[in-house]
């Protein structure tokens, strides 16, 4: 991969590995709404390409191969941050499952089923499996999202300060541990299509396959795990402000 003066071969490199970037490209797809063009995400992750090529010709001891699947992913989702394609009414509708499956586990201790959150919604029960399909791409979590003003835009709720510093989010071990026995409380179904999702790399079809349903029940199963994962996390994240001391101001 490297020309006759001993650098890396850009042209070469891009070749090889622009099929790398359609792989991830439509990987990624699977978990965003119909609305997202895959040429889009493919050229975001050219991007990343090229930005990798160029940051490991600066000296980066990693594996190239590595390294420049983190560069691709990564413009891929700054790019489709920066367009924020979740419809702000699809964000409130979710919003308003968390907001319920919040209520309903403390009322009764435990995880509600879809009907009774339709229920509470005062949804028909396929009206909210339908909206659950068309959030599909809610599964990209922003720990800064978790706002309460629904009326906030897009870059105000992707402002990273002091508060909202998601490194600062997973490092606390409060934090951590509510995630860790929010993913194990979830119902046996949503636990299975989260493991095989993240820990298997199958896609929803696979996984409709594995569990005998249909990819977009896989898609409704998924998107009510994340809903279920934010409202927890959040209210974990509350709990957590509660308990540390208030940083005194400079004057």
């Given amino acids: 991969m490297y020309n006759a003066a001993g650098t890396l071969d850009k042209d070469q490199l891009i070749t090889r590995y622009a099929p790398l970037v359609k792989r991830i490209a439509y990987h990624l797809m699977a978990k ?13 992750g050219m991007l990343g390409l090229l930005d990798a090529i160029t940051r490991y010709e600066e000296g980066l001891g990693a594996q190239f191969e590595t390294y ?8 891929m989702l700054d790019g489709l941050r920066e367009n924020d394609w979740l419809p702000r009414s699809l964000r409130r509708e979710m919003r308003r499952i968390e907001g319920a499956v919040h209520t309903l586990e403390q009322q009764h201790g435990r995880q509600p089923t879809e009907r009774e959150l339709a229920k509470v919604l005062d949804m028909e029960l396929g009206d909210y499996q339908k909206m659950l399909q068309e959030a599909r791409g809610y599964q990209l979590v922003y720990f800064e999202d978790f706002g309460d003003d629904d009326d906030d835009d897009f870059l105000e709720r992707h402002m990273i300060g002091e508060a909202k510093d998601p490194l600062s989010l997973l490092e606390d071990q409060h934090m951590r541990n509510t995630l860790i026995q929010s993913i194990e409380d979830l119902p046996e179904r949503e636990k299975m299509v989260m493991g095989l999702y993240y820990e298997e790399d199958m896609n929803l079809r696979e996984i409709g396959e594995v569990l005998g349903v249909s ?3 896989v898609c409704q199963l998924h998107s009510q795990a994340i809903a279920r994962l934010r409202s927890r996390i959040s209210g974990g994240r509350e709990a957590t402000a509660r308990r540390r001391p208030q940083r005194a101001t400079a004057a």
């Fill in 32 to 44: 965003l709404p119909a609305s997202v063009q895959v040429d889009d995400i493919i050229q975001n």
């Fill in 68 to 75: 420049a699947v983190q560069r691709i992913r990564g413009a």
């Fill in 215 to 217: 990819e977009s029940r």
